[in-house]
């Protein structure tokens, strides 16, 4: 086992792999993560199973069954990943006991709904019950759309992977979105206890656009910023978590059995490669969340990797202090989070395309 890893664990971080193949599951490489790499947990998108079924042939029985029953590419779509979803949760399972909220799946709703309320629930069901295991989570965006589907969901007793939250006022808006879910699930005699939440808030893409418009201004107080602007905002996320999560009204919503929405740094793996490639794990430690991560950065880490304590409570000061200096030098942040929102949510749909043109082509090579 890693040691390096299996400090980040027992520092309450729990190692969630960003990335699933039939072929790990297939060849055991899935269940040697966990016990070699204190991997709890899986994370998918399209992207990740587009490469999946491209790399692969394990695919192809599969592909070739659907494609003789004459099911469209979206159904094909549909039955590949969830197969896969159900598999790994099957691997997963005997970490998630209901005293755990770690041996969880992410699958995502289906990506072109990201502005859809009603189509996003429609999806978050259609996938809860395909998979049909209690450890799954279903990825709905952070949209102003997505928002009170996340309610509906959690109210239905659906567990939510949120993911695309970039800032903290969407964050804030996630979690009541959470709670008012978990109020509904309560009213309707639901076991809360039973329901699982992440909030996934995105780390490196901040640093990326943030530090494009740096270099721009191009001063030595701008330049002095660059690689600051990421790790400051998932800090005050994480403030705003904590006042949230000692609330009168969560305090209700526990005694009746609920689990709070941990956060989830996504996005870290590092894109300048000017920077220490494990530092959106080391400066985010702190206990009871969750950093999912490419195996290229997890082996990173397991390779030099520091853990240096919780690097996250109390530092909300200090972290403002980033921004009022990011300010001063002509950095409308505001307008970073639009930016950021908008080109997630374009890559979220750019990803479904790539998916389905690479499903498409399967279909037709087992059609010849």
């Not at 978050?124 to 450890?135: F, G, K, P």
């Not at 709070?260 to 009871?288: C, F, H």
Request: aromatic fraction near 6%.
């Amino acid at each position: 086992m890693s040691d390096r890893l299996k400090k980040l664990a027992d520092a309450g971080v729990s190692i969630w792999l960003d990335d699933l193949s039939r072929e790990r599951i297939e060849t055991g490489n899935l269940a040697d993560l966990i016990k070699e790499k204190s991997v709890v947990g899986v994370t998918t998108n399209p992207t990740i199973f587009a490469a999946a079924i491209a790399n692969g042939e394990r695919y192809d029985g599969q592909v070739r069954k659907l494609v003789e029953q004459g099911e469209p590419v979206d159904r094909v779509i549909f039955e590949l990943t969830t197969e896969d979803v159900r598999n790994a949760c099957d691997i997963f399972e005997p970490l998630a006991g209901e005293e755990s909220a770690d041996g969880r799946v992410s699958i995502e709703v289906e990506p072109t709904l990201a502005n859809d309320t009603e189509g996003t629930i429609a999806s978050a069901r259609a996938l809860w019950s395909a998979v049909d295991r209690s450890n799954v989570l279903i990825k709905i965006p952070a949209t102003k759309e997505g928002l009170p589907a996340i309610t509906a969901a959690i109210a239905e007793g659906i567990s939510v992977n949120v993911t695309l939250i970039f800032g903290k006022v969407r964050y804030q808006e996630v979690m009541d979105a959470y709670l008012t879910g978990l109020e509904a699930a309560r009213d309707a005699g639901l076991d809360l206890s039973r329901i699982q939440s992440v909030a996934s808030f995105f780390v490196s893409r901040i640093d990326t656009e943030v530090d494009a418009r740096l270099e721009k201004i191009g001063s030595d107080e701008a330049l002095a910023l660059r690689g600051k602007a990421a790790v400051a905002n998932a800090r005050i996320a994480y403030a705003a978590y904590e006042e949230v999560f000692a609330s009168d009204r969560w305090k209700q919503l526990e005694a009746a059995g609920a689990n709070p929405q941990r956060p989830l740094w996504a996005s870290t793996g590092v894109k300048n490669p000017d920077y220490s490639d494990t530092m959106y794990i080391t400066e985010l430690v702190v206990a009871n969340t969750v950093n999912t991560m490419p195996e290229k950065t997890m082996d990173a880490f397991a390779d030099h990797g520091e853990v240096q304590g919780d690097q996250v409570t109390g530092k909300a000061d200090e972290a403002q202090a980033v921004f009022d200096q990011l300010a001063a030098v002509g950095i409308d942040f505001e307008d970073v989070l639009v930016t950021v929102e908008h080109e997630g949510v374009d890559k979220f749909k750019k990803s479904w395309t790539e998916l389905t043109e690479t499903v498409q082509g399967q279909m037709e090579k087992a059609a010849a």
